[in-house]
C-alpha cells in the first residue's frame, strides 16, 4: 500500500537489513493506531453528551430562523474574515469620532467667540479708560 511505502521510505535504513521486521512493525503500528483512534471516539461519545449537544445545536437553529441576517461563517481566508468583523467597528469608530470632533469644534468657535468678545470689550474699557483720563486732565 502507499502508507506501506512511505514508511518505508521513513526507515530505509531498517527495511534493508530486515523487511520482514520492518512489515511487523508497520503492522502493528497501524493496528495500534487504530485501536487507539477507535477509543478515542469511543471515549467523545461516552463523555462528549453528544446528545444534549445535538439538543441545543437544534435549538439554537431553531432560534436563528426568525434572524434576517445569516449568521457569521469563516470564508477560509484570514485577512477577509478580519476585515468582515473590524471594519465595520472601524466605520462605526469613525462615525463617532466625526461626531465628537464636529462638537469640539463648535465649542472651540464659541469660545474663539467669546475670546473676541471680550478683547473687544477690553479695547473699548482702554478707550473709555483713555477718554475719561484725558477729560480728567
Request: proline fraction near 3%.
Given at each position: 500500500s502507499c502508507s506501506y511505502q512511505r514508511f518505508v521510505n521513513?526507515?530505509?535504513?531498517l527495511y534493508k537489513l530486515q523487511p520482514q521486521l520492518t512489515k511487523s512493525i508497520y503492522d502493528q503500528?497501524?493496528?495500534q493506531l487504530q485501536a487507539s483512534i477507535k477509543e478515542e471516539i469511543q471515549e467523545v461519545k461516552n463523555e462528549g453528551n453528544l446528545e444534549?449537544?445535538?439538543?441545543?445545536?437544534d435549538k439554537i437553529v431553531e432560534e436563528a430562523k426568525d434572524r434576517e441576517e445569516?449568521?457569521?461563517r469563516p470564508s477560509g481566508i484570514p485577512e477577509e474574515d478580519v476585515r468582515s468583523a473590524m471594519v465595520p467597528y472601524f466605520l462605526k469608530h469613525r462615525s463617532h469620532l466625526r461626531?465628537?470632533?464636529?462638537?469640539?469644534?463648535?465649542?472651540?468657535?464659541?469660545?474663539?467667540e467669546s475670546v473676541l468678545m471680550g478683547r473687544d470689550r477690553i479695547a473699548e474699557l482702554q478707550q473709555l479708560i483713555q477718554a475719561r483720563q484725558q477729560a480728567w486732565q
Open positions: 521513513c526507515y530505509r535504513c503500528f497501524i493496528y444534549g449537544l445535538l439538543s441545543s445545536l445569516p449568521a457569521w461626531r465628537v470632533l464636529r462638537e469640539k469644534e463648535e465649542e472651540n468657535r464659541k469660545v474663539a
